[in-house]
């Protein structure tokens, strides 16, 4: 009669939990997480996300920007799930969802590759889709490995990476966009700052005097950044033409698939023997 009383009582739990929970209507607030429920097969049950995003193959309300969320747009549209990520929005943001009785889930920033598939395989299994994330995780695992194993005998080269012009941000040691040198066999010039993304100066990167340069095009970056570097004739990525231009979209969306298409990215721009 206990043991009957406890499996009533667990199989109580296990409704009551997420365990079978359905969501039909999901806000995202960050390009990484509308990806990963694109990833996931989860597109219908996506009424809205940020201005940043993409629609995936069904038209999505825009709820603002990643940093700057319209809350009131996002009560109107009667949520039974809003994704964020700690990486992108204001903890501020969050809480005050939270305040709001909204059910939130907030995913971990990455720092490497490792974490962006343990982050997407969390998500999923909250959305009770583990299988289909450990199917690409494991598929994606099998083609980066063979593109490390391409890179292996190739000359490193020091890389300089732009992720902001005004002031000049790069890439440190703890962002995941630092793990993409491995596999073009580069380094990154700046991977002893133990941060995301510090503040640098001209100088600095003139000392450390690349071998390439990378500019991601996102906010304040762009074309006119080559220009600016073109300037500084003793750089060893100046005098080889080897300045390019990168979409963030294709660097900066921190999804096992995105990651894989990042090395590619990569490996197709430094074949070309020309900057952009």
């Given at each position: ?16 939990s997420?365990?079978?929970?359905k ?30 995003c993409?629609?995936?193959?069904f ?27 700690k ?23 990455y ?11 969390q998500l ?11 199917e ?11 593109l ?32 993409y040198?491995?596999f ?15 503040n640098?100066?001209?100088e ?23 220009a600016?570097?073109?300037?500084y ?9 080897k ?28 074949n070309?023997?020309a900057?952009?």
């Amino acid at each position: 009669m206990k043991s009957i009383f406890k499996i009533l009582l667990l199989l109580i739990f296990l409704l009551s939990s997420n365990v079978f929970a359905k969501y039909n209507r999901i806000i995202s607030l960050a390009p990484s997480a509308t990806e990963s429920l694109y990833e996931l097969d989860i597109d219908k049950e996506l009424v809205a996300n940020t201005v940043y995003c993409s629609d995936g193959n069904f038209k999505k309300e825009k709820i603002g920007t990643v940093t700057e969320p319209n809350i009131e747009k996002i009560i109107s549209l009667n949520p039974d799930l809003i994704i964020a990520t700690k990486e992108g929005n204001y903890k501020t943001v969050i809480d005050k969802l939270i305040r709001l009785k909204l059910t939130v889930y907030v995913m971990e920033p990455y720092s490497s590759f490792e974490d962006i598939c343990i982050n997407f395989q969390q998500l999923a299994d909250y959305l009770d889709k583990s299988d289909t994330a450990k199917e690409i995780i494991n598929n994606v695992k099998n083609e980066i490995s063979k593109l490390d194993d391409d890179a292996k005998n190739i000359n490193k080269e020091k890389i300089f990476w732009e992720v902001g012009a005004n002031p000049i941000f790069t890439v440190g040691k703890q962002s995941f966009v630092n793990e993409y040198n491995k596999f073009v066999n580069g380094i990154n010039v700046f991977e002893d700052i133990d941060m995301r993304y510090p503040n640098i100066s001209v100088e600095s990167v003139i000392e450390k005097n690349p071998d390439i340069i990378m500019l991601v095009n996102m906010g304040d970056v762009s074309e006119q950044e080559i220009a600016k570097w073109n300037k500084y004739k003793n750089i060893t990525a100046v005098k080889n033409n080897k300045i390019y231009l990168l979409e963030a979209n294709d660097i900066f969306t921190p999804t096992p698939k995105r990651f894989l298409n990042g090395i590619k990215v990569l490996k197709n721009k430094l074949n070309n023997t020309a900057g952009d």
